[in-house]
């Protein structure tokens, strides 16, 4: 079982930036894939970016390539996402996850694969 708890959410003029953290119980957080997502008023949730512990490989959305950072530090039992030149569009609940299943690449941007999430954190980035 894995509880994960989101902080760093709130308010940010376009252009600035932001860093989420996302801490989890267990002793074996560094053999969790980890996942970010977010969730605008009115849509789906959708993913933002993923790290994988079995290969280190990240993944980003499109929308965040080139902004956000996704990296972890597995002594602290945390995964962060830096958030640079938010924009507007940014704005949403974020949502920590976390599965151990090895899968295919495409499975870790989709919200399914994903078995524990967090409570949500708001971003709001205004213009």
């Known amino acids: 079982q894995v509880q994960l708890v989101e902080s760093g959410g709130g308010l940010v003029q376009a252009g600035g930036s932001l860093r989420l953290s996302c801490a989890a119980t267990?002793?074996?957080?560094?053999?969790?894939?980890m996942g970010w997502f977010r969730q605008a008023p009115g849509k789906e949730r959708e993913f933002v970016a993923a790290?994988?512990?079995?290969?280190?490989?990240?993944y980003y959305s499109d929308s965040v390539k080139g902004r956000f950072t996704i990296s972890r530090d597995n002594t602290k039992n945390t995964v962060y996402l830096q958030m640079n030149s938010l924009k507007p569009e940014d704005t949403a609940v974020y949502y920590c996850?976390?599965?151990?299943?090895?899968?295919?690449?495409?499975?870790?941007?989709?919200?399914?694969?994903?078995?524990?999430w967090g409570q949500g954190t708001q971003v709001t980035v205004s213009s």
């Open positions: 996850a976390a599965d151990s299943r090895n899968s295919g690449s495409y499975y870790y941007t989709q919200t399914q694969k994903y078995n524990y």
């Open positions: 267990g002793r074996t957080f560094s053999r969790y894939h």
């Open positions: 790290d994988t512990w079995s290969t280190g490989t990240t």
